[in-house]
Nanobody
Framework: QVQLVESGGGLVQAGGSLRLACAAS????????MGWFRQAPGKEREFVTT????????YYTDSVKGRFTISRDNAKNTVYLQMNSLKPEDTAVYYC????????????????WGQGTQVTVSS
C-alpha cells in the first residue's frame, strides 16, 4: 500500500521558516508528480504547489510565490517544501499528494494523499 508521510510541521512566528518533508513508499516515486495542498480551519482545501516527476518544473499558487519552494530527491523518494517569510494566513494542515495526471491543481488530480502535518504561524 502506498504511503505518504509528512513531517516538519510545527509552530513558528510570523516571518519565520519551516521545511516540510514527505517520504513516499511503495510507489515508483520518479514517475509521480508530487505536490502540497493545505486546509485552514473553516476553509476549503487549496492547492499550494506541485513539482513534475523529473523535478524540471514547479507551479505555485499566487499567495506563496517567492516565499515557498518545492523540491524533490528522487533517490530518497522524498519531496520537500521550504516555507519562508511565513504569515499567519499560512496556518493550515499541509498535505502531500502524488499523481500521474497532467493536470495538477485539483485534489482529484492526484492518486495518493498523506495524513497531513499542522503548520501554525503566530502573529
Amino acid at each position: 500500500q502506498v504511503q505518504l508521510v509528512e513531517s516538519g510541521g510545527g509552530l513558528v512566528q510570523a516571518g519565520g521558516s519551516l521545511r516540510l518533508a514527505c517520504a513516499a513508499s511503495r510507489l515508483t516515486f520518479s514517475l509521480y508528480h508530487m505536490g502540497w495542498f493545505r486546509q485552514a480551519p473553516g476553509k476549503e482545501r487549496e492547492f499550494v504547489t506541485t513539482i513534475i516527476s523529473s523535478g524540471g518544473a514547479a507551479y505555485y499558487t499566487d499567495s506563496v510565490k517567492g516565499r515557498f519552494t518545492i523540491s524533490r530527491d528522487n533517490a530518497k523518494n522524498t519531496v520537500y517544501l521550504q516555507m519562508n517569510s511565513l504569515k499567519p494566513e499560512d496556518t493550515a494542515v499541509y498535505y502531500c499528494v502524488a499523481g500521474l495526471s497532467s493536470r495538477w491543481s485539483s485534489w482529484s488530480d492526484y492518486s495518493y494523499w498523506g495524513q497531513g502535518t499542522q503548520v501554525t504561524v503566530s502573529s
